[in-house]
């Protein structure tokens, strides 16, 4: 049963330290989401790939976050230096996407960070 | 947020009645979609509706999209228990090819 597998799936760490988030997509997927979900703003769209290749960061703060796919089997979200306000679930999501179609994204079950 | 709202934010109703969620966007879509996330878990596609459609069924959910008013509603109709969770709207861009999700309705079916 193929899914997009996420780690770590907990995450406590304390203001000013490294996160790193990683994602595998669905095996063919070419192209992989990352999203913020908190209370406040819902699930809100951080960068996302195409081919390995970033289409759209531009909802990720800068000077902290980065994401990067080193290959087709991995992605990572990055936060350098931590902070409490960044304590939300981080979700990946994959999916096939060619110019005859696809539709569908699908969803891992999330890295629950929390900054303290 | 990112392109549109989903409304009502909650929603509580009895097991046999049925659920009607709407969702308004801002942007041109090409398709629409529901998706469901129970709690502490990821979301999980239950329907897409295209631009060019205006109704569509799958099992006890029926979804409508209105591209003049901009909007989209999903019924669930004889609502049951299991039904409890949030659920979101994602609009896919016709200029990109992004997913935009709102902050969701939080459903509960009271047996």
Known sequence: DARVTQTPR???????QEVTMRCQPILGHNTVFWYR???????????????????????????????????????????????????????????????????????????????V | SQQGEEDPQALSIQEGENATMN?????????????????????????????????????RLRVTLDTSKKSSSLLITASRAADTASYFCARRSVSRNQFYFGTGTSLTVIP
């Open chain 2, 23 to 59: 969702c308004s966007y801002k942007t041109s879509i090409n398709n629409l979609q529901w998706y469901r996330q129970n709690s502490g878990r990821g979301l999980v596609h239950l329907i897409l509706i295209r631009s060019n459609e205006r109704e569509k069924h799958s099992g």
């Open chain 1, 10 to 16: 907990h995450k406590v760490t304390e203001m000013g």
């Open chain 1, 37 to 115: 979900q908190t209370m406040m703003q819902g699930l809100e769209l951080l960068a996302y790939f195409r081919n390995r290749a970033p289409l759209d960061d531009s909802g990720m703060p800068k000077d902290r976050f980065s994401a990067e796919m080193p290959d087709a089997t991995l992605a990572t979200l990055k936060i350098q230096p931590s902070e409490p306000r960044d304590s939300a679930v981080y979700f990946c999501a994959s999916g096939s996407f060619h110019s005859f179609g696809g539709n569908t994204i699908y969803f891992g079950e999330g890295s629950w960070l929390t900054v």
